[in-house]
């Protein structure tokens, strides 16, 4: 019964690139959230979504993020035109239908050159 | 505006004793809150969770304590351990499934031997 996972674990990227990052829930999970963790801060709420539906999106910069969670596949969190302040851990959790637990991922590492 | 607050950032205890770490929220919406833990290069993973319908809830060495009217929790450890060394994020949210999950900065606990 595998967890949520995100990949790549790790990403490169050069200034003005797009990283995409990948996230599937665990099975059953209909609710999916991106937290970024910068050095030194702590979980940042980014977005908050259901298959084909964005619940909540204001912790997402307003330029260059954007995220889905297609009816199939995983939740997509991308990033157009990275800058060196995009350089951060981007964790991804998945909850069932009902309030309750975050499940975490193991986290994306991107850095930015 | 910071609507889950941990405000020591890190914390020192010696093996054996109790670790108390604190959080305060500032959202009367909230309705349940959750401690998780965090190692380095690791996903959060939850330890436990209390509903405002209680003010205490008990897993093993871990309490976590509820005063609504001081919007405030914190979680016990007893007797900490050298494994306990992590980063501790307190979580709250409102179980209108609307809402998101709001970690604070968290607090990195340090289990002296």
């Known amino acids: 019964n595998a967890g949520v996972m995100q990949n790549p674990r790790h990403l490169v990227r050069r200034r003005g690139q797009e990283a995409r990052l990948r996230c599937s829930p665990m099975?059953?999970?209909?609710?999916v959230y991106w937290y970024r963790q910068l050095p030194e801060e702590g979980l940042k709420f980014m977005v908050y979504?259901?298959?084909?539906?964005?619940?909540?999106e204001s912790g997402m910069p307003k330029e260059r993020f954007s995220a889905e969670f297609p009816k199939e596949g995983p939740s997509i969190l991308r990033i157009q035109q990275v800058v060196r302040g995009d350089s951060a851990a981007y964790f991804c959790?998945?909850?069932?239908?009902?309030?309750?637990?975050?499940?975490f991922g193991e986290g994306s590492r991107l850095t930015v050159l | 505006d910071q609507q889950v607050k941990q405000n020591s950032p890190s914390l020192s205890v010696q093996e054996g004793r109790i670790s108390i770490l604190n959080c305060d929220y500032t959202?009367?919406?909230?309705?349940?809150f959750l401690w998780y833990k965090k190692y380095p290069a690791e996903g959060p993973t939850f330890l436990i969770s209390?509903?405002?319908?209680?003010d205490k809830n008990e897993d093993g060495r871990f309490t976590v304590f509820l005063n609504k009217s001081a919007k405030h929790l914190s979680l016990h450890i007893v007797p900490s351990q050298p494994g306990d060394s992590a980063v501790y994020f307190c979580?709250?949210?409102?179980?209108?499934?609307?809402?998101?999950?709001?970690f604070g900065k968290g607090t990195r606990l340090h289990i002296l031997p």
């Open positions: 959790a998945s909850s069932p239908p009902l309030p309750g637990e975050l499940f």
């Open positions: 099975k059953g999970h209909s609710h």
């Open positions: 979504l259901q298959k084909e539906n964005i619940i909540d």
């Open positions: 959202n009367s919406m909230f309705d349940y």
């Open positions: 209390i509903s405002s319908i209680k």
């Open positions: 979580a709250a949210g409102a179980s209108n499934r609307d809402d998101k999950i709001i």
